[in-house]
């Protein structure tokens, strides 16, 4: 960050000025916008815990909802799901998933109770993806943060499978269709054209 002293004290207010306005309008927007959803979900939560689930679960893309965990719940992945529950899950979601950790009282809607999900089983089934997309993006409106920031890819899904194994009973890994990437897509294709050999763009090689 280089030195602005040249601009002199009242350019520099005036920047200092500006900048704050511009920030407070982004806050503004986030703040309206959280607002929103924060009564979407408590209405969903006071409908009752099926009016909840399909409110949460709408919030998550067709194409994660579908999306079976794409790694296998081996005694190492699970272990390895266990201490990222520990350490990122325990405070609000409590030690046996019930919702009652620590920070719940201050928390509305409550955390989610893992141990009631098993009624909202589709088929006898819980789609790994749904906990992958939630707990990647966090769920706007409740105080589900995001951890896309704190969690690499490999590590949300071995949190999933121990969701899913530990307070469900049951995990989709390994089910078909098998081997769907983490970040598909179904709509979007990658359109770009590689450079030939020559590194000039297609088409226009000699």
């Not at 899913?164 to 179904?186: H, M, Q, R, S, W």
Request: aromatic fraction near 14%; charge should be positive; hydrophobic fraction near 35%.
């Amino acid at each position: 960050m280089p030195s602005w002293e040249f601009l002199g004290k009242d350019k520099i207010n005036k920047l200092i000025a500006y900048m704050q306005f511009e920030g407070m309008k982004r806050a503004d927007y986030r703040v309206e916008r959280q607002k929103k959803w924060k009564a979407g979900s408590i209405a969903a939560y006071n409908s009752g815990p099926d009016s909840n689930i399909e409110w949460l679960h709408g919030k998550v893309p067709e194409v994660w909802r579908r999306m079976p965990n794409p790694y296998p719940a081996s005694e190492e992945a699970l272990l390895r799901g266990k201490k990222i529950y520990e350490q990122f899950c325990v405070g609000c979601h409590g030690p046996i998933g019930d919702g009652e950790g620590p920070a719940a009282p201050y928390v509305f809607p409550p955390p989610l109770n893992f141990t009631t999900l098993r009624r909202h089983l589709v088929e006898g089934k819980y789609i790994g993806g749904i906990f992958y997309y939630q707990i990647m993006n966090g769920i706007t409106g409740t105080g589900m943060p995001y951890f896309k920031r704190q969690l690499e890819s490999e590590k949300i899904w071995d949190l999933s499978n121990y969701l899913a194994v530990n307070f469900l009973g049951y995990t989709d890994a390994g089910i078909e269709p098998k081997e769907i990437p983490a970040a598909y897509e179904n709509q979007w294709k990658n359109q770009t054209v590689p450079p030939d050999k020559n590194g000039l763009p297609a088409g226009e090689g000699r």
